[in-house]
Structures are given as C-alpha cells and as structure tokens.
C-alpha cells in the first residue's frame, strides 16, 4: 500500500464515514467531510516527496495488482510530473469547496458532503489510473456524484443542466469504451504502459484510417469534457445551474479530466492522428478562445460570464496542447493548474455574492467595493489573475502557450492573442459593473465583507496565485521533464526511426 | 441387445432440481385446501415451504454438475451451461418469492397456488436450460409458459390482470406455434429432434439449405417472442405493466433467462453449422430490438411501462452477444442475463414496494421526493437504475463491457458502436427517474410510505449486493461462464 493509495482510498473511506452520520445532525456532516478533505490533502503534500529536489520522469508511488482476472484488468495507479499537480489540485479544492458550501448549503446536508467527497475520489482516480480500464472506471464514477451536485442542490433548471451534463459526457465515453476494447483486442492488455511500448516497438500498429478512428473516439470523449468548441453547450448550463462547490469543481478540476485526458492519451497513443488533426483541433481551439470570450463579453449573468470565459480559457490549453512543443505543452499544463486556481476562485466569490444578495445579475450589483472592500480587493486579484497579469499566475500559462505556439505556427498566436484582450475586456468591465458606482441603499445592507470562514476558503488560493505567478520553479520543472517525454512519445518521426532500425 | 430404457440413478440424480420443484408444487397443491388462507405473506407455511425447497432445488442443481453428463436417453444434458442457468432461474425464483410474500399480504390474496405456480414455472425454466432436444425444449416452455400465464392473471378480478394475461396467453401461444412448426420442418428434414444429431446431419450438408433455413427462422421466431425482441416485442409493455408487480419481475427475468438459454443452445450447437444463414437476421433484430425498446421507453410515464421497454432493449444487448456466435458470446450473454436478473429483480421490487396496495402508484412521477422520505430505498433503486444505465462498479456494466468486447472481437464494429450510442439514449429515461426520487419535492404518493417489510427488504437488498458484487469482482461469475459457455 502506497501513499498514493491511501490518498485515493481515503475519500472512499469517508464516503462511508459521512453515510453513518446522523441526518439530523448537519454540523457533524459538514466537520466529517473537512477533517476527512483536510486530511486526504495533508496526505497528498506527501506526494511531491520525489519531486522536491528533482525531476524524475516516470511513474512515481506505483502500484500494479491485479483487480479482474480476465480479461486482464488491472488496479495499477501512479503518479508522474503530469498528473502530480493535477492531484494536488483536487485534494486542494476539496475542503475549499466544503467551507465555500459550510452555510450556502442547508438541506439535505448530509448527502451533499457524501457526493463531494465521492466526487474526489473519482477525480483522483482520473489522474492516477493507469490502466485504461481503470481509467474509464474512474471517468464515468466522477460523473454521478456531480450529477447529483448539479441535480439537487443547483438553482432553478438545474435539472434540465445536470441531465444535460449526464447525456452529453455518457455519449462521448462510450465510443472511447469502444476504442478502449477496441485496443484491448489488438494489444491483448489494458495496460497504458503496455500498449505505449507495444506502439513504440511496432508491436502494435495501425493503419491510418484505424489510428483517426480511435483517436477520434478518445479525442471526442475528451473535447467534450474540456469542453472544446462546438461541444461546449452544456458547460454554460451546467455551471449557472450548479452550487457554488458543484462549479468550483466542475470548473476547476473536472474539465482539467478532459485536457489530462488528451495530453496522457490523445498524444503519446495515436501520434500521426494528433499531428495530422492539429491544425482542425487548433482552428476549434481558436474559435472557442474567441467565441467564448466574444459571448462572456455579453453575458449579464455573472456565472454565466465565467462559464464562457472558461471556454475562452481552455481553449488555450488545447492550443499549447496541439502546438506539439515544449513550451506549448508545459504551458498548457500550467495553464490547466492556473485555470483551477483563478477560475475556482472567481467561482467563488461569484457564488460568496450570490449569498448575500441572491442575484447573479451583474445589474443587481454596482458599487460593491463601498460596502465590502476586502471583498472588493480579492475580486480584483482573482479578475487580475485571470486576464493575465504578470506576476500572477495566468500570465505564465498564458505566454508559454502562445509562445510554443509560435513555434508550430504563427498565425494561430495572432488570432490566439485576441483572446488575451478580450479577456481583459470583459473581466474589466465585469469588475467596473459589479464594485465601482454609488452602491444602492439594499445593496449596501446585504453586502457583508467577507467572514473567518470565507477569508480560510480563499486565502490559499490567493497565495497561490502569487506563487505560481512569481516562482515558477516549484511547479514548472516536473511537469516539463514529464512532458519532455510525452513530446519525445508522440513524435511520429522518432518511431518510425526506431522501426527501421 | 435390447436398449434399456431404465434410466440410472446417476440421471435421476441429474433432474433431481426438476423432481423436487416439481413435488414441491404439487404438495403446496393438495394443501392448499387444508392450510390455505387469504394475505397469505410469509406468515403462510407456505412461504417457508416454497423457499427450502428451492434452496434445496439449487443446492440440487450444484450437485448434479459434480457428475455432468447426459440423461433419459440424451433428452437432457447436465453441464456448465445447464448448470448456469439453472442456478441461475432457482435464484430467481427465490428473490421471487421474498419479493411476493409482502405483495400477496396486502392485496389479501391466497398464497398457496401462487407459490405453486412460481415453482412450476421455474421447473419449465429448468427444463429448458437442460434441454438437448427440441421435444424437451417444447415441453420446458410450455410448463413456464402456462405457469406464468396464470400468474400474470393472479388477481382474477383486476381487469388489468385479466387483461395482462389473455395477451400473453393469446400471444405466447402464438408463439409456440411457431416453434413447434419449426421442429416440425426440422423432424422433416434431418430425421431427428436430438440437437446433435441435427448438428451432425447438417454438418453432413445433405439437407436443402431452403428448408433448414426455413425452419431455423421458425424457432427463432417463436423464441424472439418468449425474449420479447423486435419486432415481436409488442406484447411484453401490456404485460408486464398488467401483471402484479412480483410476477412482473419473475416474467422480466426468469423466463428469458430460459428462452435465451434455449436460443443459444440451439443456435450454437443444431445450427452452427448453417451461421451464415441466420446470423444476418440476429444481427438486424437485435439492432432492432435495442432501439425500440430504448426509443420507445423514453415516451414512457409508467415505471412498469418503462422498465417492460428497457427489458425489450436489455434482450437486445444479449442478442448482440449471440451475434457475436462465440464461446465468448455467450459468456458474455450468460453474465449479462446473471446481472440483469439481480438489477431487475431488485428494481421491480422496490416499485413492489412503492406501488401500494392496488398498485395505485406506478407513475414516475409518483416516485417524487422518494429519497426524502425512504433514502434507504431510493438508494438501492438508484444502484440498480445506473446498473441498467451501464455505469461502471455495477454488474450491468460489466455485462455491457463482456458483450460489447465479445462483439469487437467478431469484428461487428457497427453493431458494437450502434448498441454503444444506444447504451447512451437509455441512459436519459433512467436518469429521470433518477431525477424524480432526487431532484423533486415528495409529493402525496410518497407520503405515508410503510416500511417495507423483512421479505422484501431481503429482496431489494440481497440483489443490491448482487449487482455490485458482479460489478466488482466480476470473474468468478465470468470465469464459470466462460468455462461451460458452448462454442
């Protein structure tokens, strides 16, 4: 048992935990579901162990036994410099999103912290399994505690949004079952690092048409999760409707399953298929980063501004993604931590609003900044942040990305870059709207600064964006080791270099 | 020398589950009279009676697979396969039973004959899963099938019962008919109604291809109706949405179990060797049946309705796993039909329990706020839903994964992909009753809700773990299946 399957099973464990306490007793659910979020974090910090002086490449707390004996389905999960952050992300927002939902919810308490807590397990899972098995296990078990999230304690079609959520990331995920059983019957394993190297040595090859389809078939899967234009639909609805927690997760973690997704899967798997498909996916890409940010410009709904802004945002993760360079790459991953941290962070100081006035209407707002200045203060950090101030962390991401992206092709940055703008735009006039003006008599006398508890919600997040902004040196070099690799996997020249040899 | 009919001790031994259920049956009968009273629920002695004795039943069945082999003159055959689905409709009929004896107490109804007739059913179902020969495979059904005619029929003066039962009797018999006909052709054109003998005859290629065709599509007709597929599934929403819901869950369950055991028999072994003549029409049908079962369900607002068209689309992935025509097929069938009986069961149960006296409530959105007032149970209704729905840790997954693998493997990609997306429409009208129990406010069905009682909740429990246990730790399920699948 190793570390990384104590992090995992934890969650599980408290699942259980919040099932035995009692229903009329809220109190005793919501401190259950902190200490338990609380402690799964403290445990993941041990996870960078390997990472803090060095590196490494590879697999890292690995643990490989067998679950099913046929077919050959394996319980084998570790981490590397990928999806290290990537758990260490989930584990973070976790108890954030308990305190952020410690008064905002208030019926059926006790099934709302079982859900979230369920909720980290299956994201944990995402990002550690590595047996595609496994991985699709995980993939579709994240998805029912968020439909619940969504379902039960969202606002008013929020029924409409999680059944929506449901069916589109359902429709996506089993055509990639179908590529996942399709590989199994070629390769004979569920193994990822079996079948990389049965690809790699031209044990296992396909021919063209072959390759599209099953790139596709994961690539579809992922696209929706992320979400790339024009599948993004349902993102909107889903996180207008949600609760504060349900869309700081959703935001923040979840969609990052769709962009994990591709790096791990799309690129090092079907190599010639991702480059052949690049300059469609960076045209999607683009036309997302400015769709999304054109009609967040528009959006009197403050969520729903956010919402389209993550898809303006995701868009460039995908663009570094498909630069198929080393900064693009890094830039994406880093991007992908920022977007969790910023994204989650405007998510909930929308939803600490929400609270006080019951509105997201940005016309229901004006002149906050006079009743609620620390309110006020952190809102402009989190909207700085986010259009990519330098010094703070969007804007490391953000350069990285359109420079790897320069490399690959140039044009794309020009078109790429108006998003940067438009970001600026609408958070700006977003912030303008919202905090400056004469606040109106009610509005004063329901915007409270923040409390104790909000303030502990918000701070690390805060910090963080500080940090990533200004040291990069503790986040950035295992991801590009790792990603260093995952290039040199997904250069179709270099196997079919190593074949002929 | 002269052939000994007289059978030996070691074939008696091997329908030893049959003679049992069968005594069992009859005694319940004769003492009917004597012990007999209204309500009878699990205060009867008959309750106690009809559950040994198919505990002995199963336990009967597990012993004769310690000496497989063939009896009474190779008209039945004890193996993995037999042994499978034997097991598997005893089981059945024991969550049957435990999900009856609430359902008979509170509709006031006599209990003797009911459990009479659940244990001649399930001797039918046994038949057939042991049958080696289309005569035995005839008599299997018709004792199954007569059984649960009157059952659906139970409460004789409930129109809908009454109506429930004349369409599945009218159309059952139908059925039969055309099975029967079949045989005949068959008798007609290989000289045998032994399945091997068929096989060896038609392995020899003497016979019109024409006629064997013919009378192949007339078996699969008459069995395409028993497993409800398109486009012979019209009976299955009126009956089941007719029929008490206890038998409802039985009919959904263990006769198909049954009637897919006979298909694969017969079209794995008399019919292997003319595949290509039958494997396109299993192939269309079972597209077929997938889709109007899933399209059709999601117009449904009753939840017997709905759960009648999600049985026809279910029957439709197994078929997928007959097309696949390999011992991995059919393992696959075998476990997916093991999963689907626990998830179905329960799932019928739980709607046994909602519905009330009258089955006043059987409307989806009757089912409102359900997780408020009884979290217990819609719990274990959502485990069983997204078992249907096909969501991973659930048997209803690994079912769907087994088939659809087993399909890849036959390179029936379409099929595969089709049957997915498909997989993915079902997913709507599960998740809304879903969204009923959790996302509505309780309405006046769900007030007032008495606790279910022991034998129910053994029912909806026991098949909760069951569901999950497959979905988990799948291979020791899959292991026997694949070791007595036929190929």
Redesign the interface.
């Known amino acids: 048992m190793t570390l990384l399957d104590t992090v995992l099973f934890l969650p599980l464990v408290g699942f259980f935990l919040l099932l035995l306490v009692p ?1 009329n007793n809220p109190q005793a659910s919501r401190m259950t579901a902190l200490l338990v979020s609380v402690f799964v974090f403290a445990a993941s910090l041990g996870l960078i162990a390997p990472y803090w002086f060095a590196a490494p490449t590879g697999w890292q707390f690995e643990h490989n036994a067998p679950w ?4 050959p389905i394996r319980y084998h999960v570790a981490i590397d410099g990928l999806s290290l952050w990537l758990v260490l992300l989930s584990t973070l927002l976790t108890p954030i999103a308990v305190l952020v939902s410690w008064k905002h919810i208030d019926h ?1 308490v006790k ?1 709302f912290f079982a859900f979230l807590i369920l909720l980290e397990f299956g994201l944990i899972g995402v990002f550690v399994s590595l047996d595609l098995f496994l991985f ?3 993939w ?2 994240s ?2 505690p968020m ?2 999230l969504v ?2 304690w969202g606002h008013e079609r ?2 409409y949004a ?2 929506k959520f ?2 589109y990331t ?2 996506g995920s ?2 990639m ?2 590529a996942i ?2 590989l ?2 070629k390769s004979g394993t569920f193994d990822y690092s079996a079948i990389l190297s049965q690809l790699q040595t031209g044990r296992l090859a396909f021919d063209a048409r072959t390759q599209l389809l099953l790139f596709l078939a994961f690539f579809g899967a992922f696209a929706i999760k992320v979400p790339l234009f024009p599948l993004h639909t349902w993102l909107p609805d889903a996180h207008v409707e949600a609760p504060t927690a349900g869309s700081l997760m959703l935001a923040s973690v979840m969609l990052k399953m769709g962009t994990y997704g591709l790096v791990r899967y799309c690129l090092p798997l079907f190599p010639e298929s991702a480059h052949d498909s690049a300059p469609w996916i960076a045209a999607l890409a683009i036309i997302g980063i400015i769709y999304g940010a054109l009609v967040a410009l528009v959006q009197p709904n403050m969520k729903k501004l956010v919402a389209y802004s993550s898809v303006s945002h995701l868009g460039f993760v995908v663009l570094g993604i498909f630069s198929f360079t080393q900064q693009g790459l890094d830039g994406a991953v880093y991007q992908m931590l920022n977007h969790g941290i910023s994204t989650g962070a405007l998510f909930m100081l929308v939803g600490y609003m929400y609270e006080r006035r019951h509105s997201l209407e940005i016309a229901a707002y004006g002149g906050v900044a006079t009743p609620a200045p620390n309110l006020a203060v952190v809102f402009l950090i989190t909207t700085l942040a986010s259009i990519g101030l330098p010094m703070l962390n969007n804007f490391v991401g953000e350069y990285l990305v359109l420079q790897g992206t320069a490399q690959a092709n140039f044009t794309w940055v020009v078109f790429a870059a108006l998003g940067v703008i438009l970001s600026a735009c609408y958070m700006l006039w977003l912030y303008q709207r919202a905090f400056y003006g004469k606040a109106s008599e009610s509005l004063s006398h329901h915007m409270s600064d923040l409390t104790p508890r909000e303030w502990a919600a918000i701070i690390p997040l805060l910090v963080l964006m500080v940090w990533m902004g200004t040291f990069t040196q503790t986040f950035l070099p295992p991801i590009s080791s790792q990603n260093a690799q995952i290039l040199q996997q997904s250069q179709p020249a270099a196997r079919v270099a190593l074949n002929a040899r | 020398m002269p052939v000994n009919y007289l059978p030996t001790s070691a074939e008696y031994l091997r329908v030893l589950p049959e003679i049992i259920l069968t005594l069992a049956g009859t005694f319940i009968m004769l003492l009917e009279g004597v012990f007999g009273q209204k309500g009878g629920g699990q205060k009867s002695i008959f309750f106690p009676f009809s559950l040994l004795s198919l505990i002995a039943a199963l336990l009967a069945s597990v012993a004769a697979y310690g000496d497989p082999g063939p009896a009474f003159q190779n008209m039945l055959v004890v193996d993995g396969f037999a042994t499978f689905f034997r097991v598997l409709v005893i089981g059945v009929g024991i969550l049957a039973v435990f999900s009856s004896a609430d359902y008979l107490r509170r509709e006031n109804s006599r209990g003797g004959e009911f459990y009479a007739l659940i244990l001649f059913s399930i001797v039918g179902q046994s038949i057939m899963a042991a049958a080696n020969e289309l005569i035995m495979i005839f008599i299997g059904l018709e004792i199954s099938s007569i059984a649960s005619y009157i059952l659906a029929g139970y409460l004789r003066d409930d129109p809908r019962n009454n109506e429930s039962a004349l369409k599945y009797f009218l159309l059952g018999s139908f059925a039969t008919a055309f099975l029967l006909y079949g045989v005949a052709w068959i008798y007609g054109s290989t000289g045998s109604t032994n399945l091997i003998d068929i096989r060896r005859a038609l392995l020899n290629g003497h016979e019109p291809l024409g006629l064997v065709t013919t009378a192949a599509a007339l078996i699969f007709v008459g069995l395409a109706f028993k497993i409800s597929a398109a486009p012979f599934q019209s009976w299955a929403p009126d009956v089941y949405q007719g029929a008490p819901a206890p038998v409802t869950a039985f009919l959904s369950v263990g006769p198909k179990a049954a009637a897919f055991a006979i298909l694969i028999r017969v079209f794995m072994t008399a019919f292997g060797p003319i595949t290509t003549a039958w494997l396109p029409i299993v192939w269309g049908v079972a597209l077929a049946t997938m889709t109007v079962g899933n399209f059709a369900a999601i117009l449904q607002s009753n939840i017997k309705r709905l759960l009648a068209y999600s049985s026809i689309a279910h029957a439709g992935y197994v078929l997928v796993a007959v097309t696949a025509h390999s011992g991995e097929g059919s393992a696959a069938a075998m476990f997916y039909l093991a999963a689907y009986a626990f998830t179905n069961i329960g799932a019928f149960a739980v709607v046994t329990y909602f519905a009330r006296k009258g089955e006043r409530y059987t409307g989806v959105d009757d089912f409102a706020g359900l ?2 007032r009884q ?1 217990a149970m819609a719990a274990m209704l959502s485990i069983f839903l ?1 078992s249907l ?1 096909g ?3 659930t048997g209803g ?1 690994f079912g769907k ?1 087994y088939i ?2 087993a399909a ?2 036959a390179n029936l990609v379409w099929l ?2 089709l049957g ?2 498909n ?2 429409v079902a ?2 009208y599960y ?2 009753i ?2 009923v129990m ?2 509505r406010e309780p309405g006046e069905a769900s007030d007032n809700l008495p606790p279910a009682g022991m034998p129910l909740q053994i029912t909806v429990y026991g098949s909760a773990i069951g569901t999950l246990a497959l979905g988990i ?3 020791w399920v ?2 026997f299946a ?1 070791k007595a699948a036929l190929r």
């Open positions: 229903r099913i004996s046929y077919p059926r099934e699709y296990v995980f579709e078990v998805l029912v439909y619940f379902g039960v929020r029924i999680a059944v449901f069916l359902m429709a089993v055509l079952l179908a059983i399709y199994y019957n | 997780a408020q979290p997204l729905i969501v991973p840790l997954f994964f659809f693998k890849l493997d595969t992909v997915l997306l997989s993915a997913a709507y998740l809304r879903l969204v959790y996302f730790f799948p291979s899959l292991e694949s």
